[in-house]
């Protein structure tokens, strides 16, 4: 694996190797050790987002653990996003307090709670 401790070499690697699927570059002081057991590093991953309407939500509705998303119009398939975590989901509970309930569905092979609201979030 290449490595350099040039910005610039490295900020030009960042943007010029995403074409061929470089996922980002992992950052690190040149004179730190590689600790056994926990990371020393950072990486810097390229983000690419798009907004999802939230449809529904798994678990409870004031700390759901999954949100039921749609992406493009609201016929496109429902997708379920990564599990919440718990700080998260107390806020996106409080979001969904008064969201009306539509009934339940399936998606992924998971239930999930139909709810009518405007809410998007960046995914």
Sequence with gaps: MPTTDDRDVAEHWYEALQEQGLEGVVAKRGTAAYPSGRRGWVKVRHADTVDGLVVGFTGSRLRPQHLALVVGDE???????????????????????????????RTEGETYTRIQTGLTVAM
């Design 75 to 105: 016929d496109s398939q429902v997708r379920l996003s990564g599990r919440l975590e718990p700080v998260l989901a107390a806020r996106i509970g409080a979001a969904l307090a008064d969201a009306e309930v539509m009934g339940e569905r």
